[in-house]
């Protein structure tokens, strides 16, 4: 059954499905190099992950003391950091932000280079002629629409364009497996000066109010641990919610504590199963109930707290990740391999957020390969974006072509940035110069172009 569509009469040069934290960064990319540009959004903001599911802070990503992830990242925080919804913490870390934050900052960033954006709209599936997309089919209230563009950027998250187009992919571990899901919450009305007194009474090491951060994690002799037990063994907690718990301060947003937690039962791990999604998220909101109740009971300072935000977005690590002309390995990463190709250099360890019952986080199992050596770091190649079979397709971001292992490293956000801001100028050239065949570029020009941007590639 065909369902009918109507087409919309403009085209564009580049269209960006998913304007999340890849999405957004590649529009704003491919915009400034050039292209008419629309990003296609399935919520109503910008940030995908970063903003709609809360999870901050932008990871540490860095090697022999600078940071790996320059360009438009930089730009990113600067203008976080001026509006007063980034900080930088008392180790030095400068990636906190606020999320709400971060979708006026990205929104401006498209606006103010001449991208498009298309909220409350669902890509459904791509238009394939041998080998080529000509359109997506879209929905939003107007019903179904094609979209015409010269090259398409796939940074859904979860590959659904490439997927629809048939591009080969993989998903979880060899048994088919995810990591976990989290639904990450926010409390408000917290007395953060009264929970630092209690944090540090309680062997938190807190530096003081204005940045606090505690954890929780069973058998990782946290000093919150008896207070867990306790809490399990009275019924207000079940034993699953100690398995991750973690909570920081978030800038701009004075007596409001982030938490990310709860996880999302372990039976529930595959975000791009639509019964999964919807079950993570009424499971999550009644952790989200027990962990508050917790904080009330057991955390001075948090007795009047109340639910500030429950993130609109279910928090999914990996689903889909496409087979593309090169996937990234374990190998690659502990080899600390080169590309002629790189379009982005990574440190951040394999990091397995493992729903298998005392399954261990790999990189504290591999801790001396030299890839663990403070001045170390891989590569990511323009290969690993660019899926086999498609000639005018790009896929940034999570779901690029990397296996479990090597996904899990390089899926934070600082390299979805890099690897969209890559996409974004790619694309606006394949779209003006080759007839939108991205394995036409210049790699060597691309490198050079994000380096001339303030890159680090
Ligand atoms: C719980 C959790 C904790 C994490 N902790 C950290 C951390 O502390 N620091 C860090 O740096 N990274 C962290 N990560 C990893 C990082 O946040 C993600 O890997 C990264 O943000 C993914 O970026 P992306 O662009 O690939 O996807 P997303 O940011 O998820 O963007 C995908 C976008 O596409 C949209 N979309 C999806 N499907 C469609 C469709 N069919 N049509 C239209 N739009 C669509 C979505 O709405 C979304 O906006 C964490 C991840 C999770 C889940």
């Given at each position: ?29 491919a ?81 103010e ?34 979209l ?23 998903a ?28 540090n ?52 947003r ?7 937690c709860?996880?999302i ?60 002309e ?95 801001e ?36």
């Amino acid at each position: 059954m065909t369902l009918p569509y109507h087409t919309e009469p403009r085209t564009w040069d580049v269209l960006v499905a998913g304007g999340g934290t890849a999405g957004a960064i590649a529009g704003i990319a491919a915009a400034r190099a050039g292209a008419r540009v629309l990003v296609v959004e399935a919520q109503g903001s910008l940030g995908g992950t970063g903003t709609n599911a809360w999870v901050t802070p932008l990871m540490r990503n860095v090697s022999a003391g600078r940071n790996l992830n320059r360009g438009l990242t930089d730009e990113l925080k600067a203008r976080l950091h001026a509006r007063g919804d980034g900080a930088t913490d008392p180790g030095g870390n400068d990636n906190w932000f606020n999320p709400e934050g971060m979708k006026f900052v990205l929104e401006e960033m498209l606006l103010e280079s001449g991208g498009e954006v298309l909220y409350h709209t669902h890509v459904v599936q791509p238009l394939v002629e041998v080998g080529r997309i000509t359109a997506l089919v879209v929905h939003n209230k107007g019903g179904l629409q094609a979209l015409h563009a010269g090259v398409f950027i796939d940074s859904t998250g979860d590959a659904d364009v490439a997927v629809g187009a048939d591009v080969p992919f993989h998903a979880g571990d060899e048994e088919g497996i995810h990591q976990a899901m989290s639904l990450r919450f926010t409390l408000a009305g917290v007395d953060t000066g009264r929970l630092c007194a209690f944090l540090n009474a309680h062997g938190q090491g807190q530096t003081g109010p204005s940045f606090l951060h505690f954890w929780m994690v069973w058998g990782k002799k946290s000093t919150l641990e008896p207070l867990f037990r306790e809490a399990v063994d009275s019924g207000v907690l079940l034993e699953r919610d100690g398995d991750y718990f973690q909570g920081f301060s978030v800038p701009g947003r004075p007596g409001e504590i982030s938490f990310n937690c709860p996880r999302i039962r372990a039976d529930l791990n595959d975000g791009a199963d639509p019964w999964h999604l919807s079950a993570a998220q009424t499971d999550g909101r009644a952790a989200i109930d027990r962990l508050t109740a917790f904080c009330r009971r057991y955390l001075k300072g948090c007795e009047s707290a109340y639910i500030g935000t429950v993130a609109p977005m279910v928090g999914v690590r990996e689903t889909r990740r496409i087979v593309g002309e090169y996937t990234l390995t374990l190998e690659d990463i502990l080899d600390c391999r080169r590309f002629e190709d790189s379009i982005c250099r990574n440190h951040y360890p394999v990091d397995i957020h493992s729903v298998k019952a005392g399954a261990h986080l790999l990189h504290e199992r591999e801790g001396k390969a030299p890839y663990f050596a403070p001045d170390a770091y891989h590569e990511i190649p323009y290969r690993s974006i660019v899926p086999q079979g498609i000639t005018n397709l790009l896929v940034p971001g999570r779901s690029a072509s990397s296996t479990f292992e090597a996904q899990s490293a390089i899926r934070v956000q600082q390299n979805c940035h890099t690897m969209g801001e890559a996409a974004g100028i790619a694309a606006a050239w394949s779209a003006r110069e080759h007839g939108g065949r991205v394995r036409c570029v210049d790699v060597a020009a691309l490198q050079a172009e994000m380096r001339r941007l303030g890159g680090n590639v």
